[in-house]
């Protein structure tokens, strides 16, 4: 790990590998969801050489939970984009997007019709905007 990473950049590297995580609890690690998370990496200012090194990584990474409710509700996003990629989501995917949504501070009573609401969402075609508007009306529950 780099000694002079900044919070951010250790952020990004946590969510990355949760994603990671995610992508290869089913037991397969598609073209398609390798693709989302370079997507996701650049997005996020991530060079496809350390996108490499995360994903190639042994070494356990952090996990880093955001300091705002915006980058809490994207990660869940990133996640369930990243259980959809390729075409088959499975409980076990599901389970560990819900895991991972409880430690980024989503009350555990919410966080299962949380992330079920947001693969219909996106199931349904509707856009980030969107999913993004209705998932405020969690966080305060």
Same mark, same amino acid.
Request: glycine share 6%.
């Given at each position: 790990?780099?000694?002079? =990473?900044?919070?951010?950049?250790?952020? *990004?590297?946590?969510?990355?590998?949760?994603?990671?995580? %995610? +992508?290869?609890?089913?037991?397969?690690?598609?073209? +398609? &969801?390798?693709?989302? %998370?370079?997507? %996701?990496?650049?997005?996020?200012?991530?060079?496809? =050489?350390?996108?490499?090194?995360?994903?190639?990584?042994?070494?356990?990474?952090? !996990?880093?939970?955001?300091?705002? $409710?915006?980058?809490?509700?994207?990660? #869940? @996003?990133? @996640?369930? =984009?990243?259980?959809?990629? $390729?075409?088959?989501?499975? &409980?076990? &995917?599901?389970?560990d997007c819900i895991s991972i949504s409880?430690?980024?501070?989503?009350?555990?009573? %919410?966080?299962? #019709?949380?992330?079920?609401?947001?693969?219909?969402?996106?199931? =349904?075609?509707?856009?980030? /905007? /969107?999913?993004?508007? $209705?998932?405020?009306? !969690?966080?305060? *529950?």
């Amino acid at each position: 790990m780099d000694f002079l =990473e900044t919070t951010k950049t250790k952020g *990004i590297k946590s969510h990355i590998n949760n994603l990671v995580s %995610i +992508a290869q609890s089913d037991g397969i690690f598609s073209v +398609a &969801e390798k693709r989302l %998370i370079f997507s %996701i990496g650049h997005r996020h200012g991530i060079t496809n =050489e350390k996108l490499k090194k995360i994903i190639k990584t042994k070494e356990p990474i952090k !996990f880093k939970v955001p300091d705002n $409710d915006s980058d809490r509700v994207n990660m #869940v @996003m990133d @996640m369930v =984009e990243m259980l959809l990629a $390729d075409g088959a989501s499975t &409980e076990t &995917e599901i389970a560990d997007c819900i895991s991972i949504s409880e430690k980024l501070g989503f009350r555990k009573a %919410i966080v299962g #019709v949380l992330v079920r609401k947001v693969i219909m969402d996106f199931t =349904e075609g509707k856009s980030r /905007e /969107e999913i993004k508007a $209705d998932c405020s009306n !969690f966080l305060y *529950i």
